[in-house]
């Protein structure tokens, strides 16, 4: 089976959906730092399951100074830290930054797992990184050119020569001289011996949040790519870690309860935000760059329903998800369906199994058809006689959604439409969404809508218009959104030879 070109260890067939990369977090304050971290990776582990890691400081009483103690490698955040006691004695101290990987270039070496830390004039240093740099040929043919020896193959790893190689005197200005030197998308969990830093590109591509929680001894502090990270150790939301934004977390914090805060550029430029972390990346528990997911989505559904009105003169429509992130658009479809006089329900008609990993084969038989079967099961009752419209938030190669139809067909509905909640994908992204070639995508092999229905084999397919889709997601004041994926039109320039699509870690 041919592989993905930037990750040999990717089957094609399994980037029928775009992947998100990566998942950063940092905890500051907090006696048991690593353990909060590992539950946080635990939360986000949908953007990144080839490999975990956490880095956390803690004070060596023999040699009287902090030292790092890290533990990285490939699989899940249960896996990775399933060894007795990691967490408790080898991960000591009360600051950690963590990560969740998704590879999309170079190998599957453990050089490549984050987070990275280096030993330079100032210290000691670690950092985690979400996103994609556009600069990346030009910014590493320069350093090895001034004699950096790279570690890695990720362009992750140039914050950190960036950073050490800085003239300026203090570390917040190392590190806003090395950001403003990056270009591309970039969030970071950063740390020194005694402080917990984070930032935001100056487009603020990708998402990043600040909350706290309460020890014995006052307030913790955790940053995390999405809140579902503080559920999960009962943390409370602040804020998002704003555009442009470099902010400082450490001991003044823990006294005053205030976020030191510094610009990455000295004029913030309009925000730039994934439109796809609300489509489909995200958690719909979590809340992203200020605003709830599911709150987003459940518009995006309502959306459909204003342009695509499905009727069944004779019966209840059964309005399906393909599960899970498409649940909650199909609920604010079928809401406003029934509202426009077709009474349309909610259905489980396709029951997800949770098990079926990304390794699975299936021997002996059409591999494509037999995953989908393996990992989707109809519930006949819900769709045989049925007018069934079937949810999805986005088609990439179409393969999957073939398979998915042929699957559901077997069911005898009566009529099978599909909508999907986002306009037709048809670019690649550079800013740290994971997609295939923009021959690979569907929306580029066919004349017109039609005719990509008439392929996946449904009755009729609706994409969200992107003018609803834009009016589905939050209005603010200083805040647009990305959707090159939609429209070729990129909002960070791209340096010709400077990158290739997807060079993230």
Request: aromatic letters at 8%.
């Amino acid at each position: 089976m041919k592989k993905h070109p930037n990750n040999k260890s990717i089957l094609v067939s399994e980037l029928d959906k775009a992947r998100p990369n990566c998942a950063i977090v940092g905890v500051y304050g907090h006696p048991q730092a690593s353990i909060m971290t590992y539950y946080a990776l635990h939360a986000l582990q949908h953007r990144g399951q080839e490999a975990a890691g956490i880095i956390s400081i803690y004070q060596d009483e023999k040699k009287n100074r902090k030292r790092f103690a890290a533990k990285r490698g490939p699989g899940l955040v249960l896996d990775v830290f399933s060894e007795p006691n990691v967490l408790t004695q080898t991960l000591k101290g009360d600051m950690a930054i963590g990560h969740n990987r998704y590879s999309t270039t170079g190998s599957s070496s453990a050089n490549n797992i984050q987070p990275f830390s280096m030993i330079y004039n100032d210290g000691i240093f670690a950092l985690a990184h979400n996103g994609n740099l556009t600069n990346t040929r030009t910014l590493r043919n320069k350093l090895i050119q001034e004699g950096s020896i790279f570690q890695t193959t990720t362009d992750s790893e140039l914050f950190l020569h960036l950073i050490a190689k800085s003239k300026k005197e203090t570390r917040i200005e190392k590190v806003r001289d090395a950001l403003q030197t990056a270009h591309g998308a970039y969030s970071l969990t950063m740390m020194t011996d005694d402080t917990l830093i984070a930032a935001r590109d100056p487009h603020g591509v990708r998402p990043l949040s600040i909350g706290r929680l309460k020890t014995e001894h006052g307030w913790a502090y955790i940053v995390a790519s999405e809140t579902a990270a503080f559920d999960i150790i009962s943390a409370e939301y602040i804020r998002s870690v704003h555009h442009n934004e470099i902010i400082q977390i450490d001991q003044d914090t823990l006294k005053t309860g205030e976020i030191k805060s510094f610009k990455i550029v000295d004029e913030t430029p309009i925000a730039h935000h994934c439109i796809f972390e609300y489509i489909y990346f995200s958690r719909p528990d979590s809340k992203i760059f200020g605003h709830s997911v599911d709150k987003v989505r459940r518009k995006l559904g309502k959306k459909l329903g204003e342009e695509m009105p499905i009727v069944d003169k004779d019966d209840k429509i059964r309005a399906v998800p393909v599960p899970d992130s498409a649940n909650t658009a199909t609920i604010g479809f079928a809401r406003v369906n029934s509202a426009n006089g077709n009474e349309t329900l909610f259905e489980l008609g396709l029951i997800r199994s949770h098990y079926i990993g990304r390794t699975f084969i299936a021997p002996g038989q059409n591999n494509r058809e037999f995953r989908v079967k393996a990992k989707f099961n109809v519930v006949k009752g819900v769709i045989e006689g049925k007018t069934v419209v079937l949810v999805d938030d986005s088609i990439v190669r179409g393969t999957t959604s073939k398979a998915l139809v042929k699957l559901v067909r077997e069911a005898n509905p009566k009529k099978l439409h599909l909508l999907i909640s986002s306009p037709p994908i048809k670019h690649p992204c550079f800013y740290g969404m994971d997609f295939p070639s923009e021959e690979e995508l569907i929306a580029n092999h066919h004349d017109s809508i039609e005719k990509i229905g008439e392929y996946i084999g449904v009755d009729s397919i609706h994409y969200l218009s992107k003018e609803k889709l834009m009016e589905s997601v939050p209005q603010e004041e200083g805040i647009d959104y990305c959707t090159a994926c939609f429209t070729g039109d990129y909002p960070i320039e791209i340096e010709k030879n400077g990158v290739d699509v997807n060079t993230n870690d």
